[in-house]
């Protein structure tokens, strides 16, 4: 079955950067585009970043652009997540997520998930 | 303030049908772009309930069924059940803003 499990998660001093992972198993990784979602604290979700299967293409939200990377390890099933320049508002539990090759890729939606790594920007 | 709109909460008596909306505007749902549903239970990651618009994965009982007309979807659960009480999400595809979009969320009370 579809596993993703991410890690790297913890409590970061503000301008403090943090990479997360994703380790992918239980399908072909290098086959389906990977995405992160964010949920702040009692809050809704936030998409941050798409890669392709084969990761020459990504796309970032505007939120996040110049201050996150995401990238893709297709020979270790992993998907990470560079966050540079840390901030409070960046305090949130992020998720990875597979996209489901459905139609077109802005057609996409998640579908599956990993359990999530929460990030705590704290002085 | 989030792109695509929903109520923030809404409720049933077990039994009862209960619809969330969605709504969006001409650069999302409105131009065409398909709307997924998910679910989220307390303490836990998001599960996808109904894709593209009106599809129902395996495993969804057929209580839960989605819509789409214009810049507006639906999610409507029939018959409520206590273990449906979660949290909602919409989600689509923002072509002005190249992103995916969610909106932000409505709570589903099970009285």
């Known amino acids: 079955q579809v596993q993703l499990v991410e890690s790297g998660g913890g409590m970061v001093q503000p301008g403090r950067s943090l990479r997360l992972s994703c380790a992918a198993s239980?399908?072909?990784?290098?086959?389906?585009?990977m995405h992160w979602v964010r949920q702040a604290p009692g809050k809704g979700l936030e998409w941050l970043a798409s890669i392709s299967y084969e990761g020459s293409q990504k796309v970032y939200a505007d939120s996040v652009k110049g201050q996150f990377t995401i990238s893709r390890d297709n020979a270790k099933n992993t998907l990470s997540l560079q966050m540079n320049n840390l901030r409070p508002e960046d305090t949130a539990v992020y998720y990875c997520?597979?996209?489901?090759?459905?139609?077109?890729?802005?057609?996409?939606?998640?579908?599956?998930w990993g359990q999530g790594s929460l990030v705590t920007v704290s002085s | 303030q989030s792109v695509l709109t929903q109520p923030p909460s809404v409720s049933g008596a077990p039994g009862q049908r209960v619809t969330i909306s969605c709504t969006g505007t001409?650069?999302?749902?409105?131009?065409?772009?398909?709307v997924h549903w998910y679910q989220q239970l307390p303490g836990t990651a998001p599960k996808y309930v109904i894709y593209g618009n009106t599809y129902r994965p395996s495993g969804v009982p057929d209580r839960f069924s989605g819509s789409k007309s214009g810049a507006s979807a639906s999610l409507v659960i029939t018959g409520l059940q206590a273990e449906d009480e979660a949290d909602y999400y919409c989600q689509s595809y923002d072509s002005s803003l190249s992103a995916y979009v969610f909106g932000a969320g409505t709570k589903v009370t099970v009285l």
């Open positions: 997520a597979r996209g489901s090759g459905w139609r077109r890729p802005e057609e996409n939606y998640f579908d599956n």
């Open positions: 001409n650069s999302n749902i409105g131009t065409g772009y398909d």
């Open positions: 239980g399908f072909s990784f290098n086959s389906y585009a």
